[in-house]
């Protein structure tokens, strides 16, 4: 079984600040993709990034990029120019692949972000 | 695209009596469908795991007959959550999956399920 750790429960910065969440996962697995989520008040989930354990290359979306270590077992997500939109939980979430298909999702607790104005 | 709903948004019953929970892909045929459960200030728990015209499979921990699971169709799956007490009283969400998109899940925006 894989297990997601994110040490961080709440983080504050100000509105503009970098910030970076930390998630760190323990598996045997080869072959799997790594996710972070962001669920605002309203409680849907919204991906944010997704990383495919087989690529190197550290995905990218606009202000949001991850820092991949896969020898480490560890994904962090990076949020530059933060806003106040950006305020939600973040959960990590692992899922395996197998054949055709795959399992479920295995979040972290979560890291509750707050950006101040 | 890749819309999912699920009905009803929040339900409030009483103990002893069952709940059915509807998760529906819009806009795509959901091969694989997910059911989490999220208690107050927690993390998502993956429940159950069903295929389309399969049985669901659940993760260990979880009473398969508290808590049916029925993929009859690629667009529709349902949650029933029997003789509930107020322990079941949680957020359910459902994710749908389809291979065509590959592995992402696309989430519903959960029900809330209060047992009195």
């Known amino acids: 079984a894989q297990t997601v750790t994110q040490s961080q429960p709440e983080m504050s910065v100000q509105e503009a600040e970098t910030v970076t969440l930390s998630c760190t996962y323990d598996t045997s697995e080869n072959n799997y993709y790594l996710f972070w989520y962001k669920q605002p008040p309203s409680r849907q989930m919204i991906l944010v990034i997704r990383q495919e354990a087989y690529k190197q290359q550290n995905a990218t979306e606009n202000r949001f990029s991850v820092n991949f270590q896969k020898a480490a077992k560890s994904f962090s997500l990076k949020i530059s120019d933060s806003q106040l939109g950006d305020t939600a939980m973040y959960f990590c979430?692992?899922?395996?692949?197998?054949?055709?298909?795959?399992?479920?999702?295995?979040f972290g607790k979560g890291t509750h972000l707050i950006i101040q104005p | 695209g890749a819309v999912v709903s699920q009905h009803p948004s929040r339900v409030i019953c009483k103990s002893g009596t069952s709940v059915k929970i509807e998760c529906r892909s819009l806009?795509?045929?959901?091969?694989?469908m997910f059911w989490y459960r999220q208690f107050p200030k927690q993390s998502l728990m993956l429940m159950a795991t069903?295929?389309?015209?399969?049985?669901?499979?659940?993760e260990q921990g979880v009473e398969k007959d508290k808590f049916l699971i029925n993929h009859a169709s690629l667009t529709l799956s349902t949650l029933t959550v029997t003789s509930a007490h107020p322990e079941d009283s949680s957020f359910y969400i459902c994710?749908?999956?389809?291979?065509?998109?590959?592995?992402?899940?696309?989430f519903g925006p959960g029900t809330r399920l209060t047992v009195l």
């Open positions: 994710s749908a999956r389809d291979f065509v998109r590959g592995y992402e899940q696309f």
């Open positions: 069903s295929n389309e015209g399969s049985k669901a499979t659940y």
């Open positions: 806009d795509f045929q959901a091969t694989t």
């Open positions: 979430a692992f899922m395996k692949i197998k054949g055709g298909g795959a399992d479920g999702l295995t």
